[in-house]
Structure formats: structure tokens, C-alpha cells
């Protein structure tokens, strides 16, 4: 799942005519790169949730449905259902009679284009029975204190002592945790209820029930004009 529906108010105003994950990052919409690179080992299944501006998505990617005809782009449209976004745990939830019983989920304002969506790290999580796996990385200049900690068995920690890094908003889940007894919200959320992920993440981690790696590739939250100038600088 590609995560497409925010306003993006501080990437004004740029957003303001274009959905920020339609924004070209080195000659290509920024939503595209990580649709190359999850379809480079072998993912052909992707759900996108819309919201602001959401009617330009599809048309927006129409060229890269066009050149990819093995795979099947599935929109859930959050703006049009309810009239606004609903966050990322309501988002997935929203979407979840699409997804599968396992399944990533990601940013589109978010430029890693290194990384490796590895078949291997999905069995690997499939296998040990945990609800999420999320990557972190360094904290940028604009998250300097972290969200998460991280032992040295892998698990990641809702604690603010010792080192923490940034969520790089790149996970593996698995659907019980957007399910009773974690996640109150019904599959499909027909309410439109909005829900943030970070207090979700924080009580399956306090139950041990997330792990974590840390990321430390080129990766930027494309969130202002003045990133977006910087990576088109260095192409």
C-alpha cells in the first residue's frame, strides 16, 4: 500500500494545484519510484489511498499502468468517500479488504530510491510471527530527537531514553494488527474514522509485538519545496 492521500500544507504551494506524490523527483512523478522499484521484485498488486487532489492520481499514473500491464494499480479514495484523509491507521484499515495477510506499506512523499523491497525480508517477517517490521533511519535535520528505539535483538522500542531513529514510514504488517484486539476500527472502516499509526505501533511494541532495522541508505521525507529543490539539484 502506497500512502497518497495528504494535503501536504507545508510543500505549499506546490500542493495546492498538485498532489504532492505527483511531484517529479529527477524527471518522474515521486510516487513512481518506489512503484519501480516494488515492481522490480516482483510486487504487482498496489493499493493507493487518495484524498487531496485525489482525482489526479490515477490520470497521473495512467503512463506507468501503461507500461506495466502485468500489474494492477487499486485506489481506495478516501476523499471522495468521506471527504478527507483518514490518517494512516485509518487509511490501511479503509483499504484492508484489498490487502493481504501480509503487506507493505510506505509513504509516497517519501524518496529511498535505494532501497530493497528483499522477497526474503517478507518471509523472514511472515516467519516470526510478529504484527509489524518497520525500517529506521539516521534522524534528519528536521526530526532530531527520533520516534523509536531500537534493542539488540531487533525489537523496536516505544521509549524516549537512549538513542532513537526516525520511522522511515516503510513497514511490513500483518492485517491482525489493524483487527480486534490491537485496532477497534471495522475491515473497510465504513465510518471513515480517522486514526493515526503511531499510537497502534507504540502498543504492539510495548507488547513486543514489533520489530525493526535500521535503513541507513539515501532516503529523504520529501515534506517542503526547498527538499524537493535539493534532490532536483543533485540529479
Not at 507493505?104 to 510471527?129: C, H, I, K, T
Request: charged share 20%; net charge neutral; proline share 9%.
Amino acid at each position: 500500500m502506497l500512502l497518497a492521500a495528504g494535503r501536504g500544507m507545508r510543500m505549499r504551494p506546490l500542493t495546492d494545484h498538485t498532489p504532492k506524490p505527483l511531484l517529479e523527483v529527477r524527471g518522474k512523478p515521486l510516487l513512481q519510484w518506489p512503484l519501480d522499484a516494488l515492481h522490480a521484485r516482483g510486487l504487482r498488486r498496489f493499493v493507493i489511498n487518495t484524498a487531496w487532489l485525489g482525482a489526479q492520481v490515477p490520470p497521473g499514473l495512467a503512463p506507468w499502468a501503461s507500461r506495466h500491464p502485468d500489474s494492477e494499480l487499486l485506489y481506495s479514495h478516501e476523499g471522495e468517500d468521506f471527504g478527507r484523509a483518514l490518517e494512516t491507521a485509518g487509511g490501511i484499515a479503509r483499504a484492508l479488504p484489498l490487502l493481504g495477510d501480509v503487506f507493505w506499506v510506505l509513504a509516497g512523499d517519501v524518496f529511498a530510491p535505494g532501497f530493497d523491497f528483499d522477497p526474503q525480508a517478507v518471509e523472514r517477517f511472515r516467519a516470526s510471527g510478529r504484527l509489524a517490521h518497520l525500517w529506521l533511519v539516521p534522524n534528519p535535520a528536521h526530526n532530531p530527537a527520533g520516534d523509536f528505539g531500537l534493542d539488540g535483538q531487533g525489537r523496536a522500542l516505544n521509549t524516549r531514553e537512549g538513542p532513537r531513529w526516525t520511522f522511515s514510514t516503510i513497514g511490513l504488517y500483518r492485517r491482525e494488527l489493524f483487527q480486534d484486539p490491537w485496532c477497534g476500527i471495522p475491515a473497510g472502516n465504513p465510518q471513515g474514522v480517522v486514526a493515526p499509526l503511531a499510537p497502534l505501533l507504540r502498543q504492539a511494541m510495548d507488547a513486543g509485538q514489533v520489530s525493526a532495522g535500521l535503513y541507513t541508505g539515501a532516503w529523504t521525507d520529501v515534506g517542503t519545496p526547498e527538499r524537493l529543490a535539493e534532490l532536483n539539484a543533485a540529479a
